[in-house]
């Protein structure tokens, strides 16, 4: 059993000294409270003493059973950690985050300096309460965002999981012991990033208006990679005769310069090429360093997004007569998949050409699109009941 002890301090000369104090103060007018008789004392798991005072006993009877329960069951938490403010525990929790990536480790520091810390920065992780989490999303929901403008679903969203995984770190780190982050409702999704699926013609005339680029755009759109990888595919990684493009780099714009790094969850892979222009990405690579980047900005350096949305991509958009669709760059990988599983690609392989972290979230994103099979299973049902129904007449036949 755990040793918790309770301590009647009538007779201490602190105590004394803290009443005299109090009388005194009490006549002169102060409202404040006595100080405690009753102190309850007992030692952490880290064999430190540990106490807390109560004006009466019932009060320091009931702590004493709690803080027991608590020792017992290995649920106990030090009352005063829960006074950190989260500002210290959120620097924590980003420090802590070793695996991740570097444009989701930003996001996290945008988000933490623009919602999360100038909400919650000087509260005690102890002090949030599941009523003040909702109604902080409420706040987001309503009124404006840093920028002045209403913030998206989206952003909502992921500041609200920043969060959680804050509270989340403070529950590891044994400073509370339920995170208030859990239950909420949560605004619903927007439509910023509405899937667009070209046809073979729009992604060949798109291609064709891209000039010098065709062979890009021909890659996003049949392949699926993301843009930050094929801005970072090299020469060395591009298997013309095997049919096959290596993913294991991108490049991130932190803070105006281009930085190479993994790829997003790590995924490295292999994608597949169609042999109607892998020969042709072949040829584009004859003659240069294995090192060397495939597609490269005019001046030979690498690609920039922006720089290749307004001189490329949008001019082509319109003279291929797509404008209006809101397609760009990133959303031709919707249309890679809806291409290949058109064409009978399983969710599998759809998974590994857009570098998924696992096929559920590929069936999340573009389950809508794999065929109905509700009628082969109808289909199955309808023959296994009439083998059985023939057995069952056949058998009736007989005892007639």
């Known amino acids: 059993m755990a040793r918790v002890w309770i301590e009647d301090r009538q ?58 329960a608590r020792l017992d069951k290995g649920s106990y938490r030090d009352p005063k950690s829960g006074k950190a ?9 980003f420090a802590s985050k070793r695996k991740i990536g570097r444009t989701t480790k ?113 890659t996003l759109g049949y392949c699926g990679i993301r843009w930050a990888e094929a801005s970072a595919v090299k ?27 993994p790829v997003k969850n790590h995924e490295k892979r292999s994608v597949p090429l169609p042999r109607s222009f892998a020969d042709e990405l072949g040829e584009l690579g004859t003659g240069r360093k294995a090192d060397a980047l495939l597609f490269t900005a005019p001046e030979g350096g690498p690609l920039r997004y922006a720089n290749f949305r307004s001189r490329v991509f949008d001019p082509a958009v319109k003279a291929a007569g797509l404008d209006g669709m809101g397609i760009t760059p990133h959303k031709l990988r919707h249309t890679a998949a809806s291409l290949a599983i058109a064409a009978g690609a399983d969710v599998k392989v759809v998974q590994t050409m ?6 559920s979230m590929t069936l999340n994103i573009y389950g809508h699109l794999f065929p109905d099979r509700l009628d082969e299973v109808a289909d199955a049902l309808d023959i296994g009941r009439g083998v059985a129904l023939a057995k069952l007449r056949a058998s009736l036949t007989e005892a007639a």
């Open 354 to 359: 857009l570098g998924h972290k696992d096929a």
């Open 235 to 261: 020469v060395g990684r591009l298997q013309a005769e095997q049919r096959r493009m290596r993913i294991v780099q991108n490049y991130t714009d932190v803070s105006g310069h281009l930085e190479l790094g």
């Open 11 to 68: 007779n201490h000369a602190d105590y004394r000294e803290a009443l005299e104090n109090w009388h005194a103060a009490k006549r002169e007018g102060s409202k404040r409270k006595p100080p405690g008789r009753w102190r309850v004392r007992w030692y952490g798991p880290d064999g430190k003493p540990k106490a807390r005072t109560f004006g009466k006993l019932p009060q320091a009877e009931a702590e004493k059973d709690a803080v027991t």
């Open 85 to 93: 403010a989260v500002k210290v525990v959120a620097e924590e929790w």
């Open 106 to 218: 930003r996001d996290y520091r945008d988000l933490l300096d623009n919602y999360v810390i100038p909400k919650w920065g000087d509260w005690q992780v102890a002090a949030v309460q599941w009523e003040d989490v909702d109604a902080w999303l409420t706040e987001l929901e309503t009124g404006p965002g840093k920028s002045g403008r209403p913030i998206g679903a989206a952003r909502i969203i992921k500041a609200y999981r920043v969060l959680a995984m804050v509270m989340k770190h403070a529950v590891f780190s044994k400073r509370v012991s339920l995170s208030p982050c859990h239950d909420h409702e949560l605004p619903r999704p927007d439509d910023e990033d509405e899937h667009v699926y070209l046809t073979y013609d729009q992604l060949e005339q798109l291609a064709e208006a891209a000039g010098p680029y065709r062979l890009l755009i021909l």
